[in-house]
Structure formats: structure tokens, C-alpha cells
């Protein structure tokens, strides 16, 4: 059973990049059958997908964030990075980071997910 | 963009109750469709993928139906630990979260 792991500053200032990684426990992030996301929940609110990133390296942004989003994978490390530029204070959410699983050739839904981490944007 | 419109935002119900949650699409999904369970503090858990196949582990009084741009999550014998949050996900253009049911104790 594979564990993901986010973790990164609580913290942020407006204006500021917000930074989350994303560790991995197994080796099924070379596997072509996975590919990685980001999707965060406000307090109280609903799920955002953020993005996602595969094991050739790329990326796919939700329409509404692609302006700010950056995510990278170090399969090495395996972990996977998450880049959130100018953040403001709508950026203040609770950060899942996901397994997401290709069925038939298609990414489809996440299978794992990380605890999550509470990221918030504040002076 | 896909929209996703998931109803009722809040159900209270009885253990025992038969529960239907309903989410419709915006566009037609070709069955790319996923309900997730999500309990206080918690990740969201897969239950149903491809709008009616049952996730790994999951119980079988859980049932996805639907197609095109209607999908249905029904719990047919409510159990104590079946209240929390659901969300249905489309998975047909990018992905896209329905807004939340919350099933909550009558």
C-alpha cells in the first residue's frame, strides 16, 4: 500500500510562492500507470484539482491556476514538487497530494491520496 | 470546462435508509466518472470509478449508475460509518469536483 506524505511551510506571505513536496514510499512513481496531482480543499469547502504530472514529466494545469502553477517530479527522490506563485489569501487550504491512476490510457481517478498539509496565506 | 453540479448539498438520514446522491455534468462524460467519501480531517477515499465500478475493498451496498451527463451514487442500507462527505469527480477533461454531499444523522 503505497504512502504519500506532503510537506512544506504553513505559513506564506501574500505575493509570496507557496512550496509543497510530496514523498512517495514505493517505486510506482516511474510506473507509467500513475500519474501525480495536487488538489486542495478551503476549510469548510469543496475539492480543487490543481494539476497533475506524469512520469515522462508532463504537466497538465487546471484552467484556472495554470497562470501560477508549477509541478515538477523527482523520481530519484521520488517525490513531486508543487509551485504556487503570488499566492493570496483564497490561496489558504488544506494541500492533498494524489496518486492518480491511468485507466485506459486516460488519467483517471486518485487512488491514494496524502494526510494533507494546511497552508495559509497570511502576513 | 466541465461543471459539475452534485445534489443534495446536505441529506439527513436513519441508519437502515436507502441513500441516492445525484451529480450531473455539464457536458457528456463517457462514463469518466469517480465518487469519493470523505470523512472530518480526512482524505477522500475512492468508492466507485468509471461511474459504476466498485473501488478496492469497498463495501458492496455502495452503487454508481448513470451515464452521459448523469451519474448516481446510491448506499442501498445506510451504516453508522457511512456518514460523511461525498463527492462525485469528472475525470473526461482535465477534473473537476462536484460540490459536496453531506449525509448527515436524522
Known amino acids: 500500500q503505497v504512502q504519500l506524505q506532503e510537506s512544506g511551510p504553513g505559513l506564506v506571505k501574500p505575493s509570496q510562492t507557496l512550496s509543497l513536496t510530496c514523498s512517495v514510499s514505493d517505486d510506482s512513481i516511474v510506473i507509467g500507470s500513475f500519474a501525480w496531482s495536487w488538489i486542495r480543499q478551503p476549510a469548510g469547502k469543496g475539492l480543487e484539482w490543481i494539476g497533475r504530472?506524469?512520469?515522462?514529466?508532463?504537466?497538465t494545469y487546471s484552467p484556472s491556476l495554470k497562470n501560477r502553477v508549477t509541478i515538477s517530479l523527482d523520481t530519484s527522490k521520488r517525490q513531486f514538487s508543487l509551485k504556487l506563485s503570488s499566492v493570496t489569501a483564497a490561496d489558504t487550504a488544506v494541500y492533498f497530494c494524489a496518486r492518480t491512476y491511468i485507466f485506459d490510457y486516460r488519467p483517471a481517478y486518485f487512488d491514494s491520496w496524502g494526510q494533507g498539509t494546511l497552508v495559509a496565506v497570511s502576513s | 470546462d466541465i461543471q459539475m453540479t452534485q445534489s443534495p448539498s446536505t441529506l439527513a438520514a436513519s441508519v437502515g435508509d436507502r441513500v441516492t446522491i445525484t451529480c450531473r455534468a455539464s457536458?457528456?462524460?463517457?462514463?469518466?466518472l469517480a465518487w469519493y467519501q470523505q470523512k472530518p480531517g480526512k482524505a477522500p477515499k475512492v468508492l466507485i470509478y468509471?461511474?459504476?465500478i466498485l473501488g478496492s475493498g469497498v463495501p458492496s451496498r455502495f452503487t454508481g449508475s448513470g451515464s452521459e451527463t448523469e451519474f448516481t451514487l446510491t448506499i442501498s442500507s445506510l451504516q453508522p460509518d457511512d456518514f460523511a462527505t461525498y463527492y462525485c469527480?469528472?475525470?473526461?477533461?482535465?477534473?473537476?469536483f462536484g460540490g459536496g454531499t453531506k449525509v448527515e444523522i436524522k
Open positions: 457536458q457528456d462524460l463517457n462514463n469518466w
Open positions: 468509471q461511474a459504476s
Open positions: 504530472i506524469f512520469t515522462s514529466g508532463y504537466t
Open positions: 469527480q469528472q475525470y473526461g477533461s482535465y477534473s473537476t
